[in-house]
């Protein structure tokens, strides 16, 4: 969810800063210009972290009083992968979905109805989206359709064949084990 990420940007240094040291200038100017910017593919810069890395010589440009100094430095970054799980706390439920705070840190975040866990409802008379899973209806749904069964009474409709196998073929080598001792 957060992740250290390594930056590198041109850093212009303003000519009033340009009487401090340039590490003291640099950093205000990134502790100015990153936190709370979203950057494609990085995700939402939530505070530079330690000084930076590099600072490459500064360059004067034409019409310009500041200097612009090439400047690689790590940020402390919210990225949250794909599907992963984030605690939070339901701030308003509706029937068009739901809206979540999650940790004080964003406090708007929508979730659609389409996007509930399946089979969610939204009851009315409690103004909340209620989760109403039902284990009974797996094994009926398998013994109303008919089943895929593949015809060895087990109603598993052939996923576990190969391991059943197996399984008769141990069973039939300990039955004859006893009777080949016997023989001898």
Same mark, same amino acid.
């Given at each position: 969810?957060?992740?250290?990420?390594?930056?590198?940007?041109?850093?212009?240094?303003?000519?009033?800063?340009?009487?401090?040291?340039?590490?003291?200038?640099?950093?205000?100017?990134?502790?100015?210009?990153?936190?709370?910017?979203?950057?494609?593919?990085?995700?939402?810069?939530?505070?530079?972290?330690?000084?930076?890395?590099?600072?490459?010589? !500064? $360059?004067?440009?034409?019409?310009? =009083?500041?200097?612009? +100094?090439?400047? *690689?430095?790590?940020?402390?970054?919210?990225? @949250?992968?794909?599907?992963?799980?984030?605690?939070?706390?339901?701030?308003?439920?509706?029937?068009? !979905? $739901?809206?979540?705070?999650?940790? =004080?840190?964003?406090? +708007?975040?929508? *979730?659609?109805?389409?996007?509930?866990?399946? @089979?969610?409802?939204?009851?009315?008379?409690?103004?909340?989206?209620?989760?109403?899973?039902?284990?009974?209806?797996?094994?009926?749904?398998?013994?109303?359709?008919g089943g895929e069964d593949d015809g060895d009474?087990?109603?598993?409709?052939?996923?576990?064949?190969?391991?059943?196998?197996?399984?008769?073929?141990?069973?039939?080598?300990?039955?004859?084990?006893?009777?080949?001792?016997?023989?001898?």
């Open positions: 969810m957060f992740v250290l990420t390594l930056l590198s940007d041109t850093i212009r240094i303003p000519p009033p800063l340009l009487s401090q040291p340039t590490l003291t200038s640099i950093q205000s100017q990134i502790e100015k210009r990153y936190p709370n910017k979203i950057i494609i593919d990085v995700g939402l810069v939530i505070c530079p972290y330690g000084p930076p890395l590099k600072i490459g010589d !500064g $360059i004067l440009a034409p019409g310009d =009083g500041g200097a612009h +100094h090439q400047v *690689i430095f790590q940020c402390l970054v919210f990225r @949250p992968f794909v599907e992963e799980v984030l605690v939070g706390t339901v701030t308003e439920s509706h029937e068009e !979905g $739901i809206v979540v705070s999650v940790g =004080g840190f964003f406090d +708007h975040v929508f *979730i659609p109805a389409h996007w509930m866990l399946n @089979p969610s409802r939204f009851d009315e008379g409690l103004g909340l989206w209620v989760w109403t899973p039902n284990y009974d209806d797996d094994d009926d749904d398998e013994e109303e359709d009474g087990d109603g598993d409709g052939g996923e576990n064949d190969a391991e059943e196998g197996q399984n008769q073929q141990r069973k039939q080598q300990k039955q004859q084990q006893p009777q080949s001792e016997g023989e001898e």
